[in-house]
Structures are given as structure tokens and as C-alpha cells.
């Protein structure tokens, strides 16, 4: 019964969660019925010492009653156990099945913050429902319906007795509802805060090299220590309520085996029940009870384990909205940008003023602007992190929205302005990770090869101490500035992409890899794809089919290489006029 759905079984993503759940939950819950049925062996058991084995002396009777006792205690054993397996291995292969679905869900959405939409953390959601299925919340979740039954079996012995154990029960979940209401709301937002406390600090530590050369670190952890306090406030003031209800109940429910022993006793004298109904009845009801109580003490980790599932439910909607579109072919780099404009969230600013911009494949265009001009943001529009305002960015005719985000990545190169590399060797990151360091196969070890020649990147590879498989360390740390942006263009460069974009490219790069860079855009618009590079280095002007001028957010003046004497009206457009003249950077550069 533990076996798992298949990673892919025809649904849609977004029923993943749903369908995998309900399946598996199903057994569980029918084990449940099984293993409840068999806790009622010790009751019955003694009801049947007291009242028959004790009156007739039978020692027959007694036997089989114990062998009966016993084979029912090992088939409990054996489920119970086949139980927990099962909620164990559902929550591991919940994570690996919706793992991967979610992680690149939490990167878009990291790369492109919607605006008032509250953080969410898609893989500790992950984490904290599989915690939950593995954990003893679920089980009493399961054990506290069978409750009716027992019930059912005291007032079968004798009515008054299942009033009274009805009317306990009744107490308890008004106390377990209390508490749910008065945790609901503040739960929630207690959780937020102390979620909002750890991105802090992880923030912190991310930028752990600037925070220690600032001297930031003292005001860095007095901020943490500001939230984390009144997290801290908060969640005791929540759980003062809480807690008292939960000692209440604890309380209540000893006070109830109590009342119930001291009822069945008044019954036996009254005659009206036997000393066998008597103790059975008090264990019956603390089994009923067992559960309800458990539920009331972990109440606060189920409502966490329900609010990460709705946070997943509509995480894996919206990625399956975006992902139901018609596969479209791999794109041949034309681009086309339409009135675009983009206005970040929260802010009231446009960074970016209806852009409008035509590249045909083979092309490149070079995009020049002062500080504050928009240059990053258009490209990062361009190549999809960011989701624009109004207008639309179209390779070859199609918005890039309408691309799967993995076949648009295939497609497109970039080299963002702040280079980062990932822990691993170089050929891993030059090969998107798409590849294991220690068997690479033959086609991609080519791929990553023709990627580093095509950057002008594999003579400085090879004099790394291990080459391809030099460990580049935690975000690159261990190359120099000039080596990480040499790896990521080869990086951009992987696959033959059609489009590249390339933010300041040759900002860390010395006369070598500027070199370098150099032929590597010849050889890109040999083969025909297009290159848009955000620059303001002469000599990578000069190799522009297109310059764009940029100010404020809109484009300010334009030139092409058939129009090399249009006036662009600013200093960089002028420099790019210049370097557009055949021979004119050659001359310069001498």
C-alpha cells in the first residue's frame, strides 16, 4: 500500500498535490478503521475477565481470550506501523514530486514581486506539510472521528453511561473549537512575522561580505533582534489563551475518567451495570478522549499544515495557468518591443516609458544611458525576470510569456550586470547545471566546450588548477571578477542561443577578455542569432548594427549603421554616431 503515484500519471501539475493526497489519505483512513477497531481488544478483554472468566473460573475461557487479545494487539501493531509508513513516505515523495514544480515557481515569482502580494515560501511550506504527514498531528486527525463508535459501544453497555461519555466528548471539542478561534488569526500572522525575521537574516548573511567590510553587522542584528522580540511578544500573548484552554483540557479530561469510573461504580452498586461495563467503559472513553486531546494540544501545528497546503494549492494553480499554453518553436532571435513600460511594485514611478525597439536575427543592438536611464530593467524585461506594466516584449511574434520558462531559457542567453556563479565546477555552470561534474555526457561536454570557445573563454579555463572541473566555491568566490564574467558569458553562450542579452558585459573584463568579448559577439552574429548588449564602451559600439540611446526610461535617439550620421542629441549618442562611421573605431581605439 505504500506505493506512490508515478512522478508524471497524465494530470495537469496543479492536481498533483490534490490527487496525491486524497489517494493516499484514503488508506490511511482505512487503516485507521482497522487499527481502532483492534484498540478495542483490551476493553473488551477485561469486560470479559470481570464478568466471565472471574464468575465461572474457566481457565479455557481465559486462554482464548488472551490468544484473541494478543493476534488483535500484534495485527494492531502491524498496522499502526504500516500507517506511519505510509504518511511517511507520502510526505517524502510529496516533496520530490512537487519540488520541482515549486522551486522554479518561488524563482519567477522571486524574480518578478508582484505588487501587495505577501512572501511566500513554497519549499518550507513544502517541508512543513511533509513534517506534518510524518508527525502524530495527522494521526490523532484520523483517530478522533472513530470516537462515534466508541461511544456507540458505551451506550450499548449502558445508556447512562453513554450520555455521560457523549457529553465529555462534547466538552472537549468546545474546548478544541475555543481554541481554534482564538488561535486562527493570530497564528497566522505570528507565522508572517517570524518568517519575515529569518529573510531577514538570511538576507544578512548573504551579503556577508559587504555587511563585515560596512560595519554593519550590529545594526543588522538589532533590526533581527527588534522583529524576532516582537514575535516573541506576540506569540505569548497568543498562546496565554491557548495554553490555559489546553490545561483545561488536560484537566477535564482526568476529571472525566474520574466522574466516569465513580459513575459505572454508583451503577454496579445500584445493580445496574457489572464491575466488567465499569472498567471497560472508563477505558473505552479515554480511548475516545485520546485523540480529541491531542488534536487540542497540536492544534497550532495543524493549522500551520493547513495554511502551507493552501499556499501550495494556489502556488501550483498559478503555475499551471501559465504553463497551459501551446508549445511554440524554438525562436530564431528577431525581436520585436512594443510600448513597453514597466512601473515596480510598490512604487509609483515608471522605470521604464513605452519602449519600442525592431532586431532581426543576426543583428546586434547596443543599448547606452546614464545612471537611472532604464538600460537593466529593459533588460531584464527582455529576457523575462521581470513581467511588464503594459506593452510586450515578442520573439519572433510570440510575447515571451507564451514561452515554457525552461524552453525560453534553452533559447536565450543572458549575462546580467551583477555576476553570479552557483557551487560547482566550472563546466557546471557554464552548462546550466544541466549536467553531473563526475559523468558528463559526451554531447553536453561538447556543448559546454563549444560554449567556453564561442565566449573566448577556454585558453583562461584551462589554466584554472582543474580546468573545466575547478570548484568556483560559494557564488564564484574562488575566480577572480574578470574570470566569473568570462564563465558566464560562456554560461550565456550554452546551448546556441538565439538571443543574447548582455548587461555591461565588459564592465569587469581587462584588455584580454575585452578581446575576447570582442570576437565572441563577431562569432554570435556569424551564426545568426541576435545580440542586445547594455554598454557604454566604445569599441563594442562600434561593432552595433543599432545604437539606442536611453534617458529616464524612454528611448532618447536611435541610430543604424545605415544611418550613421543621424544625430542622436546627447554625449553617449554622439559617441555612438562616431563609432558607427566605418574605420572610426578602429581609428579611435589607436
Known amino acids: 500500500m505504500t506505493n506512490m503515484p508515478p512522478a508524471t500519471d497524465g494530470r495537469p501539475r496543479h492536481e498533483g498535490l490534490r490527487h496525491l493526497l486524497r489517494r493516499q489519505l484514503a488508506w490511511a483512513l482505512l487503516f485507521s478503521l482497522a487499527i481502532n477497531l483492534a484498540l478495542l481488544a483490551p476493553s473488551l478483554f477485561m469486560l470479559q475477565v470481570y464478568d466471565r472468566v472471574l464468575v465461572t473460573r474457566s481457565l479455557e475461557t481465559l486462554t482464548m481470550l488472551v490468544a484473541f487479545a494478543l493476534i488483535t494487539l500484534v495485527a494492531f501493531a502491524a498496522l499502526d506501523q504500516v500507517r506511519s509508513r505510509l504518511l511517511t513516505v507520502l510526505g517524502m515523495v510529496l516533496e520530490q514530486r512537487l519540488g520541482p514544480v515549486v522551486l522554479p515557481e518561488m524563482m519567477l515569482r522571486q524574480a518578478r514581486p508582484a505588487p501587495d502580494a505577501a512572501p511566500v515560501d513554497g519549499m518550507r511550506d513544502l517541508g512543513t506539510l511533509r513534517m506534518f504527514l510524518s508527525g502524530p498531528g495527522i494521526v490523532a486527525l484520523f483517530d478522533a472521528p472513530w470516537a462515534v463508535v466508541y461511544l456507540a459501544l458505551i451506550a450499548a453497555f449502558d445508556w447512562h453511561l453513554g450520555l455521560l461519555a457523549t457529553g465529555a466528548t462534547l466538552l472537549l471539542l468546545l474546548l478544541t473549537w475555543a481554541n481554534q478561534r482564538l488561535v486562527r488569526g493570530s497564528f497566522a500572522r505570528i507565522q508572517a512575522d517570524a518568517r519575515g525575521a529569518a529573510r531577514w537574516i538570511e538576507r544578512g548573511m548573504q551579503n556577508a561580505e559587504a555587511v563585515t567590510a560596512l560595519g554593519m553587522a550590529g545594526a543588522l542584528v538589532r533590526r533581527w533582534a527588534t522583529q524576532t522580540d516582537a514575535v516573541q511578544r506576540a506569540t505569548l500573548a497568543s498562546s496565554a489563551g491557548s495554553s490555559a484552554l489546553s490545561a483545561v483540557s488536560?484537566?477535564?479530561?482526568?476529571?472525566?475518567?474520574?466522574?466516569?469510573?465513580?459513575?459505572?461504580?454508583?451503577?454496579?452498586?445500584?445493580?445496574?451495570?457489572?464491575?466488567?461495563?465499569?472498567?471497560?467503559?472508563?477505558?473505552?472513553?479515554?480511548?475516545?478522549?485520546?485523540?480529541?486531546?491531542?488534536?487540542?494540544?497540536?492544534?497550532?501545528?495543524?493549522?500551520?499544515?493547513?495554511?502551507a497546503h493552501d499556499r501550495l494549492r494556489q502556488l501550483l494553480e498559478q503555475c499551471?495557468?501559465?504553463?497551459?499554453?501551446?508549445?511554440?518553436?524554438?525562436?530564431?532571435?528577431?525581436?520585436?518591443?512594443?510600448?513597453?513600460?514597466?512601473?515596480?511594485?510598490?512604487?509609483?514611478?515608471?522605470?521604464?516609458?513605452?519602449?519600442?525597439?525592431?532586431?532581426?536575427?543576426?543583428?546586434?543592438?547596443?543599448?547606452?544611458?546614464?545612471?537611472?536611464?532604464?538600460?537593466?530593467?529593459?533588460?531584464?524585461?527582455?529576457?523575462?525576470?521581470?513581467?511588464?506594466?503594459?506593452?510586450?516584449?515578442?520573439?519572433?511574434?510570440?510575447?515571451?510569456?507564451?514561452?515554457?520558462?525552461?524552453?525560453?531559457?534553452?533559447?536565450?542567453?543572458?549575462?546580467?550586470?551583477?555576476?553570479?556563479?552557483?557551487?560547482?565546477?566550472?563546466?557546471?555552470?557554464?552548462?546550466?547545471?544541466?549536467?553531473?561534474?563526475?559523468?558528463?555526457?559526451?554531447?553536453?561536454?561538447?556543448?559546454?566546450?563549444?560554449?567556453?570557445?564561442?565566449?573566448?573563454?577556454?585558453?583562461?579555463?584551462?589554466?584554472?588548477?582543474?580546468?573545466?572541473?575547478?570548484?568556483?566555491?560559494?557564488?564564484?568566490?574562488?575566480?577572480?571578477?574578470?574570470?566569473?564574467?568570462?564563465?558566464?558569458?560562456?554560461?550565456?553562450?550554452?546551448?546556441?542561443?538565439?538571443?543574447?542579452?548582455?548587461?555591461e558585459p565588459d564592465a569587469s573584463l581587462d584588455a584580454e577578455g575585452e578581446e575576447a568579448l570582442m570576437a565572441a559577439l563577431q562569432r554570435i552574429k556569424a551564426r545568426g542569432a541576435s545580440v542586445i548588449a547594455v554598454t557604454q564602451r566604445r569599441r563594442l559600439l562600434g561593432l552595433a548594427d543599432k545604437v539606442v540611446v536611453m534617458r529616464d526610461g524612454a528611448v532618447e535617439r536611435m541610430a543604424t549603421r545605415n544611418d550613421p550620421n543621424a544625430e542622436l542629441g546627447s554625449e553617449a549618442g554622439k559617441l555612438a554616431s562616431m563609432s558607427l562611421e566605418p574605420g572610426d573605431s578602429a581609428r579611435k581605439e589607436s
Do not use: C
Open 320 to 503: 499551471a495557468r501559465r504553463q497551459s499554453g501551446t508549445a511554440l518553436p524554438r525562436p530564431t532571435g528577431r525581436v520585436a518591443v512594443e510600448a513597453l513600460s514597466y512601473v515596480a511594485p510598490g512604487s509609483q514611478r515608471a522605470l521604464l516609458r513605452h519602449v519600442s525597439l525592431q532586431l532581426q536575427a543576426g543583428e546586434i543592438m547596443a543599448i547606452v544611458g546614464g545612471s537611472g536611464a532604464g538600460k537593466t530593467t529593459l533588460a531584464r524585461l527582455l529576457v523575462g525576470v521581470l513581467k511588464p506594466t503594459a506593452g510586450a516584449v515578442r520573439l519572433d511574434g510570440a510575447e515571451i510569456a507564451q514561452y515554457e520558462p525552461e524552453q525560453l531559457g534553452a533559447a536565450l542567453g543572458y549575462l546580467p550586470q551583477d555576476v553570479e556563479l552557483f557551487a560547482g565546477t566550472v563546466a557546471e555552470n557554464i552548462a546550466r547545471f544541466s549536467i553531473a561534474s563526475a559523468s558528463p555526457g559526451a554531447e553536453v561536454s561538447a556543448a559546454v566546450l563549444a560554449a567556453a570557445e564561442a565566449a573566448g573563454a577556454h585558453e583562461l579555463i584551462l589554466r584554472l588548477p582543474g580546468g573545466y572541473d575547478t570548484p568556483v566555491g560559494e557564488s564564484g568566490r574562488q575566480l577572480s571578477g574578470g574570470q566569473r564574467q568570462r564563465v558566464a558569458l560562456a554560461r550565456a553562450l550554452f546551448g546556441a542561443p538565439a538571443l543574447v542579452v548582455l548587461d
Open 250 to 307: 488536560r484537566g477535564a479530561r482526568q476529571a472525566i475518567q474520574v466522574v466516569m469510573l465513580a459513575a459505572g461504580a454508583w451503577l454496579v452498586i445500584r445493580e445496574g451495570v457489572t464491575p466488567g461495563v465499569m472498567i471497560a467503559s472508563t477505558i473505552i472513553l479515554g480511548r475516545a478522549l485520546a485523540p480529541v486531546e491531542q488534536l487540542l494540544v497540536g492544534w497550532g501545528g495543524l493549522v500551520e499544515a493547513r495554511a
